[in-house]
C-alpha cells in the first residue's frame, strides 16, 4: 500500500516564516515590532508599542500616512479623503488620530489587534499606492460597492471572522442560496505581498467557514490622467506570480476591467465557482 501523503498545513508554515521575519526592536520605553511587510519605499512596516494604564497602544507613529504624502498625496485636506481613510481602516478595531493610525491592546488580545493595525495599514497603502497628484485617488470599496448597490446585491460590508489564531476582516459577504456565503476580499492594488496576506486570510478561516466560497476582486483599472492624452481607463499589468498565489486558495478571482461582462456577474450568483 502506498504511503498516505500528509497534506501540508501552510497556515503554521506561513506563522512559522512570519515569526522568524519579525524584529522587535527597544527605543526607551517604547518597543519597535519591525515586520516583512512592506510600506510604500519598500521597507519593513513598523508597529510602535508603548504600555498604557496596564494595556498597550499601538500606533504607526504616522508614518503611513508621511509615506502617503511623501507620494504626493494629501489625503487629510477634505472631509472626502478623511472618510476614504476611515472606511479603508473600518472593521479593524483602528482609530484615526492625531495623523496616526492607533489601537488599544490588553495583554490578551495583543496578537489579534497587531494583526489588525497591520490589516489597516495595508489596505490605507493599498489605496493610496495608486494616486498621482495629476489623478484621483481610487477608493475601490467605494466602487465596488457602488457596483453592487446599482445591480440591487444583497451584501454585508466589513465583517470581522474569527480565523484558526485571529479574526480578519472581509470586505464583502454576499449570501447565496441553502444558506452558502460567498466571502469577498478586494485587493485595490494587486502585488505578490497583499496575494500572500489574502491567502492567509483564506486559509485561517476554512475551519470557521468550511462551507463558504471564497472571492478576490481585483483592481487591474488605472483611472485616466487629465493632464495626458489617455483613454477613459487603462490598465495595470497584475504579475502571474500574483494570479498563481491567489489562485492557489481562491474559488473565483474577478478582474475589474470585467464587471461589464456577464462573467463578472458570478461573484453574486449561485454559480460563480470556478
Given amino acids: 500500500?502506498?504511503?498516505?501523503?500528509?497534506?501540508?498545513?501552510?497556515?503554521?508554515?506561513?506563522?512559522?516564516?512570519?515569526?522568524?521575519?519579525?524584529?522587535?526592536?527597544?527605543?526607551?520605553?517604547?518597543?519597535?515590532?519591525?515586520?516583512?511587510?512592506?510600506d510604500p519605499f519598500h521597507d519593513g512596516i513598523q508597529i510602535y508599542i508603548e504600555p498604557q494604564n496596564g494595556n498597550y497602544l499601538l500606533h504607526d507613529n504616522g508614518d503611513t500616512i508621511d509615506h502617503l504624502q511623501c507620494l504626493g498625496g494629501n489625503i487629510e485636506d477634505s472631509?472626502?479623503?478623511?472618510?476614504?481613510?476611515?472606511?479603508?481602516?473600518?472593521?479593524?478595531?483602528?482609530?484615526?488620530?492625531?495623523?496616526?493610525?492607533?489601537?488599544?491592546?490588553?495583554?490578551m488580545n495583543f496578537p489579534q489587534r497587531v494583526h489588525f493595525l497591520l490589516t489597516a495599514v495595508l489596505r490605507l497603502n493599498d489605496l493610496w499606492m495608486s494616486y498621482l497628484p495629476s489623478r484621483p485617488p481610487v477608493d475601490f470599496f467605494h466602487l465596488v460597492s457602488e457596483f453592487l448597490d446599482q445591480r440591487e446585491v444583497l451584501y454585508t460590508p466589513n465583517v470581522t471572522i474569527p480565523g484558526r489564531t485571529v479574526d480578519h476582516p472581509v470586505d464583502f459577504v454576499i449570501p447565496?442560496?441553502?444558506?452558502?456565503?460567498?466571502?469577498?476580499?478586494?485587493?485595490?492594488?494587486?502585488s505578490t505581498q497583499m496575494a500572500k496576506v489574502v491567502s492567509f486570510t483564506w486559509m485561517e478561516l476554512k475551519d470557521s467557514r468550511p462551507a463558504a466560497q471564497r472571492a478576490v476582486v481585483l483592481n487591474d483599472v488605472q483611472s485616466a490622467d487629465p493632464l495626458v492624452n489617455e483613454p477613459e481607463?487603462?490598465?495595470r499589468q497584475v504579475s502571474g506570480q500574483t494570479v498563481a498565489i491567489l489562485q492557489g486558495y481562491s474559488d473565483v478571482i474577478y478582474r475589474w476591467s470585467q464587471r461589464q461582462t456577464d462573467g463578472f456577474s458570478r461573484l453574486w450568483s449561485a454559480n460563480g465557482r470556478l
Wanted: charged share 30%; with cysteine; glycine share 4%.
Fill in 176 to 190: 447565496l442560496p441553502q444558506k452558502v456565503e460567498r466571502l469577498v476580499k478586494l485587493i485595490g492594488r494587486p
Fill in 233 to 235: 481607463e487603462s490598465f
Fill in 79 to 107: 472631509d472626502r479623503r478623511t472618510k476614504l481613510i476611515e472606511r479603508a481602516i473600518a472593521g479593524c478595531a483602528v482609530r484615526f488620530a492625531s495623523g496616526r493610525l492607533e489601537s488599544v491592546a490588553s495583554a
Fill in 1 to 38: 500500500m502506498a504511503p498516505v501523503s500528509r497534506q501540508p498545513d501552510l497556515a503554521s508554515d506561513y506563522l512559522l516564516w512570519l515569526r522568524d521575519k519579525l524584529e522587535t526592536v527597544q527605543r526607551d520605553d517604547v518597543s519597535v515590532l519591525v515586520t516583512p511587510f512592506l
